[in-house]
């Protein structure tokens, strides 16, 4: 399977993207230390997708980070993504592995501990783990759980787990305390006048860190 780090992670936002494309805060959020990055959008389809995804394969290509795809299996196929990260209500984690194969990395979003308790390690490679706030980015996202919330989920799913849900460079060090192995961020990052400088400030403060 593809390594993974999930300490940094990038959430791409079309809207926020507007100043600089997706692809250019990729580029730049690679450049400040952004350890993954997952395309979601949910306007585009997949013919839209794939079409962005190919240009962010281009741009990550040497890097070493992976390219994850939110919920559209057919458009990570087409593109040669990484992985593919599903949500509750999108395609069963089984479904997903037995069309990527083993070697792709699945994410799997779980907001509650009935969804943690039956998460199949088996299958799913890493937890997405939230929100931890509420955030505008998601706007159908579920009751946000904080940091205590965070923790329990962390230890009762068992897997690899990024945060996410509203979270800033602020947030790094209540994050990494739960026990996460990640931080996950979307306008922190997205839509800021310096992606790369804003990166780089989160990612030095999870270096402090180690």
Sequence with gaps: MTSFDLSLYLVLDPELCRTHSMVETTQAAIAGGAT???????????????????????????TGVPLIVNDDIDAAIAIGADGLHVGQD??????????????????????????????DRSI?????????????????????IGFDGLASLVRIAGLPSVAIGGLKRDHVDPVFETGANGIA????ICGQPDPEGATRKISDAIKARK
Aim: aromatic share 2%; proline share 7%.
């Design 36 to 62: 993954i990055v997952q395309l979601r959008d949910k306007r585009a389809g997949t013919e839209g997708l794939i079409r962005i995804g190919r240009e962010l394969m281009d741009a990550m290509r040497g």
């Design 90 to 119: 999108d395609l069963p984690t089984k479904t997903a592995r037995d069309r990527l194969g083993p070697d792709k990395i699945i994410g799997l979003s779980i907001e509650d501990e009935t969804v943690a308790r039956k998460v």
């Design 124 to 144: 799913v490679d890493y937890v997405g783990i939230g929100p931890v706030f509420a955030t505008p980015t998601k706007p159908d996202h579920k009751p946000a």
């Design 185 to 188: 961020v979307v306008s922190a």
